[in-house]
């Protein structure tokens, strides 16, 4: 186990390039296995979610191997239609795999995810629309097991009670592309994810209509074939390292941003002080000279505001003088950063799906606990911000989804340091008993 040692105050200053978008890649890597014929994908992250859908695909009988840096080659010549618990219960992303299982070899047993410290991450919608794709969907001993000998296009409403389903359209999509006839995805997410999918879809001969809007048309093709496809950078790591320039009242430029995928962000960030400039390609983020401003903020799914960067706005919203309100909309329990700021001198009460944030916090160096990703990014935004030091724990949440997220920030003058959790003061360690291993 490994914790992060960070001693705040440093403003941050310098550049850092964005690394390709977990949400996109995990998808991509999962929609190789719709062809026998090899896929090239490019600018991935290096992550532990990545290396772990690497590890299925071999599992399913895929050739996974890393080209350079970034680049990754899948041939799914052949492929079992099996994944096992023992691997999809460490990654919720894993269910993307029914899809292309589906579309592919027209049957699946995939492991049901487990739970989340998110809250609820039920497959409702996602079965739904296998079921309307001609899918016989049954439960077995934890697994989601399908036949679907008589897969067909439907037209079908992927909406659910919180609004799109990013993996549950994903699923759809793989499984439609390969469906005899025309099937129609209404209330299909359109994060930019998504399109990045249907473009990668898309190059594999695949026939999409109306890619980023809410209303899928896709005409079932035969077979499709191998391509070579990049990743779009990750609009929450950008929009995190935004958040760090502010939290520290620094001076950060982020280059290979797709400043079109944060337009909400940007948004809701300029109403809390923050100066944007795009120049040569840099996203550039300094706070205004009145400096940080009150927010409200409420997730909505895509083009809405981001619930991945929900809990970073939280972090820095503990620093605007005044009362902040950020409602979540996506995931109404998506507070876990919550009574962590707490013990760093954070005021945070929550109502409902609302963490009502007092402001004006001086924030103090604690020892604190990551428990999810964003949440975890949440906290190292408020370790550089507080004064002293911070050391955070179960930091493995952070390397599922931040490539180099301690070294990009010493680059910009942090002071963070990956350590042993050995090497933590005796009184701040939790018993092995204790750890939550996930
Ligand atoms: C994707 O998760 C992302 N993960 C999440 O990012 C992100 O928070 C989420 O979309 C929302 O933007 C990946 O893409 C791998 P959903 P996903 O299905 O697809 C409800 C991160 O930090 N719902 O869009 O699992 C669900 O409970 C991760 O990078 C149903 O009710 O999310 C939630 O309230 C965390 N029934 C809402 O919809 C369903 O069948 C959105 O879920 C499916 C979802």
Same mark, same amino acid.
């Given at each position: 186990?490994?914790?992060?040692?960070?001693?705040?105050?440093?403003?941050?200053?310098?550049?850092?390039?964005?690394?390709?978008?977990?949400?996109?890649?995990?998808?991509?890597?999962?929609?190789?296995?719709?062809?026998?014929?090899?896929?090239?994908?490019?600018?991935?992250?290096?992550?532990?979610?990545?290396?772990?859908?690497?590890?299925?695909?071999?599992?399913?009988?895929?050739?996974?191997?890393?080209?350079?840096?970034?680049?990754?080659?899948?041939?799914?010549?052949?492929?079992?239609?099996?994944?096992?618990?023992?691997?999809?219960?460490?990654?919720?992303?894993?269910?993307?795999?029914?899809?292309?299982?589906?579309?592919?070899?027209?049957?699946?047993?995939?492991?049901?995810?487990?739970?989340?410290?998110?809250?609820?991450?039920?497959?409702?919608?996602?079965?739904?629309?296998?079921?309307?794709?001609?899918?016989?969907?049954?439960?077995?001993?934890?697994?989601?097991?399908?036949?679907?000998?008589?897969?067909?296009?439907?037209?079908?409403?992927?909406?659910?009670?919180?609004?799109?389903?990013?993996?549950?359209?994903?699923?759809?999509?793989?499984?439609?592309?390969?469906?005899?006839?025309?099937?129609?995805?209404?209330?299909?997410?359109?994060?930019?994810?998504?399109?990045?999918?249907?473009?990668?879809?898309?190059?594999?001969?695949?026939?999409?209509?109306?890619?980023?809007?809410?209303?899928?048309?896709?005409?079932?093709?035969?077979?499709?074939?191998?391509?070579?496809?990049?990743?779009?950078?990750?609009?929450?790591?950008?929009?995190?390292?935004?958040?760090?320039?502010?939290?520290?009242?620094?001076?950060? !430029?982020?280059?290979?941003?797709?400043?079109?995928?944060?337009?909400?962000?940007?948004?809701?960030?300029?109403?809390?002080?923050?100066?944007?400039?795009?120049?040569?390609?840099?996203?550039?983020?300094?706070?205004?000279?009145?400096?940080?401003?009150?927010?409200?903020?409420?997730?909505?799914?895509?083009?809405?505001?981001?619930?991945?960067?929900?809990?970073?706005?939280?972090?820095?919203?503990?620093?605007?003088?005044?009362?902040?309100?950020?409602?979540?909309?996506?995931?109404?329990?998506?507070?876990?950063?919550?009574?962590?700021?707490?013990?760093?001198?954070?005021?945070?009460?929550?109502?409902?799906?609302?963490?009502?944030? !007092?402001?004006?916090? !001086?924030?103090?160096?604690?020892?604190?606990?990551?428990?999810?990703?964003?949440?975890?990014?949440?906290?190292?935004?408020?370790?550089?911000?507080?004064?002293?030091?911070?050391?955070?724990?179960?930091?493995?949440?952070?390397?599922?989804?931040?490539?180099?997220?301690?070294? !990009?920030?010493?680059?910009?003058?942090?002071?963070?340091?990956?350590?042993?959790?050995?090497?933590?003061?005796?009184?701040?360690?939790?018993?092995?008993?204790?750890?939550?291993?996930?």
């Amino acid at each position: 186990m490994e914790v992060f040692r960070i001693r705040g105050g440093a403003s941050l200053r310098g550049e850092v390039r964005a690394s390709g978008s977990k949400n996109a890649t995990l998808p991509a890597f999962a929609a190789a296995l719709l062809t026998a014929e090899p896929c090239i994908i490019e600018n991935v992250p290096e992550l532990s979610d990545v290396r772990f859908m690497a590890d299925i695909l071999v599992h399913l009988g895929a050739e996974v191997e890393k080209l350079g840096p970034g680049s990754w080659k899948v041939t799914a010549a052949e492929v079992s239609p099996q994944a096992p618990y023992e691997l999809v219960r460490k990654m919720r992303a894993s269910v993307c795999l029914l899809g292309p299982l589906v579309g592919r070899l027209r049957q699946a047993r995939v492991a049901l995810p487990g739970g989340c410290v998110i809250g609820q991450r039920p497959i409702d919608l996602h079965l739904k629309a296998l079921r309307a794709l001609g899918c016989e969907v049954e439960v077995e001993a934890g697994d989601v097991v399908i036949q679907a000998k008589g897969l067909h296009g439907a037209s079908l409403f992927l909406g659910g009670r919180h609004g799109t389903t990013v993996t549950g359209t994903a699923n759809a999509l793989m499984a439609a592309v390969l469906a005899p006839g025309t099937t129609h995805l209404e209330s299909a997410a359109c994060e930019p994810e998504i399109t990045d999918l249907c473009q990668m879809l898309s190059a594999m001969g695949a026939q999409i209509e109306h890619t980023g809007s809410h209303h899928l048309v896709i005409q079932g093709v035969e077979s499709l074939k191998g391509c070579r496809h990049r990743i779009i950078p990750d609009r929450i790591e950008v929009g995190t390292y935004c958040i760090a320039s502010a939290i520290t009242k620094g001076d950060v !430029k982020v280059v290979d941003a797709e400043v079109s995928h944060l337009g909400a962000f940007f948004d809701k960030m300029k109403e809390a002080g923050l100066n944007f400039e795009e120049r040569e390609g840099a996203l550039r983020t300094r706070v205004h000279p009145d400096g940080l401003r009150p927010i409200e903020v409420t997730t909505l799914p895509y083009p809405g505001y981001p619930t991945d960067l929900q809990a970073q706005a939280c972090a820095l919203a503990c620093l605007a003088p005044g009362p902040s309100l950020l409602t979540e909309r996506v995931y109404p329990n998506r507070f876990m950063h919550v009574p962590e700021l707490g013990r760093m001198g954070a005021e945070i009460g929550i109502e409902g799906t609302t963490a009502i944030v !007092k402001g004006g916090a !001086k924030l103090h160096g604690a020892p604190v606990m990551a428990s999810d990703l964003r949440a975890s990014a949440a906290l190292v935004l408020a370790a550089l911000a507080a004064e002293g030091e911070t050391w955070i724990q179960r930091i493995y949440h952070l390397d599922r989804g931040y490539e180099q997220f301690d070294e !990009k920030l010493r680059s910009l003058g942090a002071e963070i340091e990956r350590l042993p959790a050995e090497a933590m003061p005796e009184s701040f360690q939790i018993p092995q008993s204790e750890l939550i291993t996930s």
